[in-house]
């Protein structure tokens, strides 16, 4: 490989990350204005035309906020934890098929999953060194619904990597041109929905946030810049979590204005289940992971595994 490739690859990369800033600060403002119109209220329309100026108001005042630091905080770790969690929500963005000028990458589920893992590991620091009691048991309580629920989404991701035999995401765009896998695995994709509702921390899953006996969570100790860089990894993941769904389900095929439509609707999905449907219980939650959503899933693996033993 030429050096002028590796340039043109990280130019690329600067480009995607740069990219994805914008679509999270866009994705918030999508999010206040929807929630804003189904309480029946306008939203932010103050700055700019219909509040479009928003999101970068909220950046700025954000990131200019005097940075507080608990006096009994473990104050490295504390500190770099948030950063952390930032740098890995951005890293998962690497493996985007792209057709040109990007790294293909043949292990590309693998790293995804890696990354969803290691996720977990800043949401639990972040609790630990805040040395808070609230941020603890919402650090633990986040832990414990990531990891119940990154066992059903690899499991539920395996029947479709049977499918096509490949960890490539290209492949999945390729096998989806006659028929999208939502059509064939329904049941198993509306089960990846909610597996990603509650894999990001989000109503009606966000229990690291139950405001009224936890305040905010694990991320109640942070302020200005620290609250900022998880605010931006959670929204990061949201809109990954989107992307990954509409490439494993919804046809793929990254360079039409379809799949780009695809997208926004799934990020939509996000923010109306948020206006619709209240918290549920917490027992309720992991029953739903170990007691559904493994034993649906591991027959549609062994439904598919069959399938494709008889096919060839």
């Known amino acids: 490989m030429m050096m002028s490739d590796i340039y043109m690859i990280f130019i690329g990369l600067l480009i995607l990350i740069i990219g994805i800033l914008i679509g999270v600060a866009f994705l918030t403002l999508l ?10 209220r306008k939203g932010p329309n103050k700055l700019g035309i219909s509040g479009i100026l928003q999101p970068f108001s909220d950046a700025i005042k954000l990131f200019t906020k005097e940075q507080i630091l608990p006096i009994n905080s473990n104050y490295l770790i504390y500190y770099f934890s948030p950063v952390l969690s930032f ?34 590991y800043t949401v639990m620091i972040a609790g630990w060194s805040s040395n808070s009691n609230y941020s603890l048991l919402g650090g633990l309580r986040a832990v ?31 096998y989806q041109n006659l028929i999208w896998f939502m059509v064939i695995m329904f049941p198993l994709s509306l089960c990846w929905m909610s597996s990603m509702l509650a894999e990001t921390n989000r109503t009606p899953f966000d229990f690291a946030e139950g405001e ?31 992307l990954f769904f509409v490439l494993v ?37 992991m029953y739903l992971a170990w007691k559904s959503y493994l034993p649906i899933s591991l027959n549609f693996l062994l439904f598919f595994l069959g399938l494709k033993i008889f096919l060839i």
């Open 212 to 242: 009224s006996e936890l305040v905010s969570g694990f991320n109640v100790e942070y302020s200005s810049g620290g609250f900022a860089l998880i605010f931006l990894a959670e929204y990061s993941s949201i809109l990954f979590m989107s």
């Open 144 to 174: 414990a619904q990531t990891i119940s629920y990154e066992v059903s989404l690899a499991m539920i991701l395996l029947s479709s990597i049977i499918m096509i035999m490949d960890y490539n995401l290209i492949s999945f765009s390729l």
């Open 87 to 120: 740098i890995l929500s951005l890293l998962v963005w690497m493996v985007i098929p792209y057709y040109f000028n990007m790294i293909s990458f043949n292990l590309g589920i693998l790293f995804i999953l890696c990354c969803l893992s290691l996720g977990v």
């Open 31 to 40: 999010e206040r204005k929807v929630l804003g119109y189904i309480q029946i």
């Open 249 to 285: 389900y919804m046809g793929g095929f990254i360079l039409s204005i379809f799949f780009y439509l695809k997208l926004t609707f799934i990020s939509f999905l996000f923010i109306w289940v948020r206006g619709t449907l209240p918290r549920y219980r917490y027992d309720k939650l």
